[in-house]
């Protein structure tokens, strides 16, 4: 069954990869026959690292976590990036509402894109917070890439080390980090929607798992708290519904299950009024007359930090 689940999930990571060259094959053939020399090489280097001691391998994990951070900060301080078209108009309208100005009547943005007023209102927090401690607001986003791009790595490290049963799994994952071009563009740089929906995802998995191990009622906070950030940024979280109540009808026995899919069902219901709420803190009132239909706002404004 184990061997069944990792052919499917190559087969899956391949299929992407070919998505996203699309037609353009050419220049794509250098990222295809890298996601190839990845997956040959990485049963070998599993297999080396597997035989490592324990030190060996916190070190080594540490050591490749630690030079990721050290490439991150020489990009933030060395490699300046613009924003324009959706992020731009989130971080400017955000960076109004943290100086006070609740002006959302200058385009019809916000309007034909009201989740992106939702992502504004939110950016528009840690802002505030950091121009009381002095931080212009490039400082504020570049700290709060680096912090949820780490706390993404070190998230997915701890998971894949859970399920693995083996520190050799986190180190690899380390590596895929400090290795993809992504980790120091989109996520750090320029950290759209998807940085915060992802880390939002992978606190939600590490904490499920740590809840089957071992219930307790704070990892339940947690595991809530991720749903409902995460379904605020990024709406398309509500596929966890059925994921969970599929969980529910799949896995046996149901006692400790009960808890956790109660709690991410009723953090998807929260999202409605906890939405509405910083709508109304934010000072924003929908406009029908720009407003998209459904299939058109689902895909507009990609962004959170954007």
């Given at each position: 069954?184990?061997?069944?689940?990792?052919?499917?999930?190559?087969?899956?990571?391949?299929?992407?990869?070919?998505?996203?060259?699309?037609?353009?094959?050419?220049?794509?053939?250098?990222?295809?026959?890298?996601?190839?020399?990845?997956?040959?090489?990485?049963?070998?280097?599993?297999?080396?690292?597997?035989?490592?001691?324990?030190?060996?391998?916190?070190?080594?994990?540490?050591?490749?976590?630690?030079?990721?951070?050290?490439?991150?900060?020489?990009?933030?301080?060395?490699?300046?990036?613009?924003?324009?078209?959706?992020?731009?108009r989130v971080r400017y309208q955000a960076s109004l509402l943290a100086s006070g100005h609740f002006d959302w009547g200058a385009s019809?943005?916000?309007?034909?894109?009201?989740?992106?007023?939702?992502?504004?209102?939110?950016?528009?927090?840690?802002?505030?917070?950091?121009?009381?401690?002095?931080?212009?607001?490039?400082?504020?986003?570049?700290?709060?890439?680096?912090?949820?791009?780490?706390?993404?790595?070190?998230?997915?490290?701890?998971?894949?080390?859970?399920?693995?049963?083996?520190?050799?799994?986190?180190?690899?994952?380390?590596?895929?980090?400090?290795?993809?071009?992504?980790?120091?563009?989109?996520?750090?740089?320029?950290?759209?929607?998807?940085?915060?929906?992802?880390?939002?995802?992978?606190?939600?998995?590490?904490?499920?798992?740590?809840?089957?191990?071992?219930?307790?009622?704070?990892?339940?906070?947690?595991?809530?708290?991720?749903?409902?950030?995460?379904?605020?940024?990024?709406?398309?979280?509500?596929?966890?519904?059925?994921?969970?109540?599929?969980?529910?009808?799949?896995?046996?026995?149901?006692?400790?299950?009960?808890?956790?899919?109660?709690?991410?069902?009723?953090?998807?219901?929260?999202?409605?009024?906890?939405?509405?709420?910083?709508?109304?803190?934010?000072?924003?009132?929908?406009?029908?007359?720009?407003?998209?239909?459904?299939?058109?706002?689902?895909?507009?404004?990609?962004?959170?930090?954007?």
């Open positions: 069954m184990t061997k069944l689940v990792r052919a499917v999930l190559v087969l899956i990571l391949l299929m992407a990869t070919i998505a996203n060259l699309r037609t353009d094959l050419k220049q794509g053939r250098g990222a295809l026959l890298i996601v190839l020399a990845g997956l040959a090489l990485a049963p070998r280097v599993w297999r080396w690292l597997s035989g490592r001691s324990a030190t060996t391998k916190r070190n080594l994990c540490w050591g490749l976590l630690g030079l990721t951070a050290v490439i991150e900060l020489t990009v933030l301080l060395t490699m300046p990036t613009s924003v324009f078209h959706d992020p731009f019809d943005y916000f309007y034909r894109y009201p989740n992106n007023a939702v992502n504004a209102v939110l950016l528009a927090g840690p802002l505030w917070v950091g121009r009381l401690v002095g931080f212009n607001d490039a400082t504020t986003l570049g700290a709060l890439g680096f912090v949820m791009t780490n706390a993404l790595i070190l998230a997915c490290a701890h998971l894949a080390s859970r399920l693995a049963k083996d520190r050799a799994a986190a180190i690899l994952v380390v590596a895929w980090f400090l290795l993809n071009s992504v980790t120091y563009t989109n996520f750090l740089q320029i950290p759209y929607s998807d940085l915060p929906s992802i880390l939002a995802v992978a606190v939600i998995l590490l904490v499920w798992q740590a809840h089957q191990e071992r219930p307790h009622w704070a990892k339940l906070l947690v595991l809530g708290g991720a749903v409902l950030v995460g379904q605020l940024i990024k709406p398309n979280l509500i596929v966890l519904a059925p994921a969970v109540l599929l969980t529910w009808c799949l896995v046996k026995p149901r006692r400790q299950l009960l808890a956790p899919v109660t709690t991410v069902l009723v953090a998807l219901a929260l999202t409605l009024p906890v939405k509405q709420a910083l709508l109304t803190a934010g000072h924003y009132q929908a406009n029908d007359r720009y407003r998209l239909p459904a299939a058109s706002s689902s895909s507009g404004g990609p962004s959170w930090l954007t």
